[in-house]
């Protein structure tokens, strides 16, 4: 499926593509390389890419391969900042090429402003999360009340057009991510929507991000023009 939306602040278009069907890691690879490209010579409106993935264990920049605890699953070299992270059935992943040359060049706003939308359409489903000093990511109270992710982000910028984006936990299993230390960090666990007891569907999901993706590129652009909360 696919759709339009419009920014008010420049009339120009961003093309949204949520995929009903997984798509391997590495063909996404390639399609944000060849957008970002695109994008970048003024050949391709920027883009939001909505889509599941085959299971896999994906390398950020900084992954330690002590964290890779168990290879059960293919392990690619994802190119974006981060370390260790999977992806997989009931994990719905964002792709963000947007062009930061039109919305301020500053990745730490970039990566806040993803952040707050997470945070804003996890709210929606009654779930609170939040951001946590020092450590990247949608953080949450879990079912034993410990404080887990929910949701992570992991970012790359060529020539300030982002490529990767956020991933959140709607209903993955969970045992999967036993073969990596998630991001680094061990001493959180992981958790998902349905763990907390909520049932959203992959398109309840998605239509919770569309109605609130105005705040989000209103934030990103508020940020261009001044430094971000």
Not at 44 to 64: C, R
Request: proline share 3%.
């Amino acid at each position: 499926m696919a759709s339009v939306a419009q920014r008010n602040d420049t009339g120009e278009a961003v093309e949204w593509l949520r995929e009903s069907t997984r798509v391997p890691y590495t063909q996404a690879l390639e399609t944000m390389e060849t957008r970002n490209r695109a994008i970048s010579a003024g050949e391709a409106s920027e883009l939001i890419w909505l889509l599941e993935h085959p299971p896999v264990y994906t390398a950020g920049t900084s992954a330690d391969p002590a964290e890779l605890v168990d290879p059960r699953f293919e392990v690619i070299e994802a190119g974006r900042g981060g370390r260790y992270t999977y992806h997989g059935p009931g994990q719905r992943v964002g792709y963000l090429m947007l062009d930061l040359n039109k919305r301020g060049k500053d990745v730490r706003c970039f990566v806040h402003a993803i952040e707050g939308w997470v945070i804003a359409t996890l709210s929606d489903f009654g779930v609170e999360a939040w951001r946590a000093e020092g450590r990247v990511g949608i953080w949450t109270q879990d079912i034993d009340g410990r404080e887990a992710k929910i949701g992570a982000i992991g970012v790359r910028v060529r020539r300030w057009v982002t490529m990767h984006g956020f991933s959140v936990n709607l209903d993955p299993d969970l045992s999967h991510f036993d073969g990596i230390v998630p991001c680094g960090i061990e001493e959180f666990g992981v958790t998902s929507l349905a763990r907390l007891g909520k049932s959203v569907s992959t398109e309840q999901w998605d239509e919770a991000l569309v109605a609130r993706s105005d705040e989000f590129l209103d934030a990103l652009d508020a940020a261009g023009r001044k430094a971000c909360g």
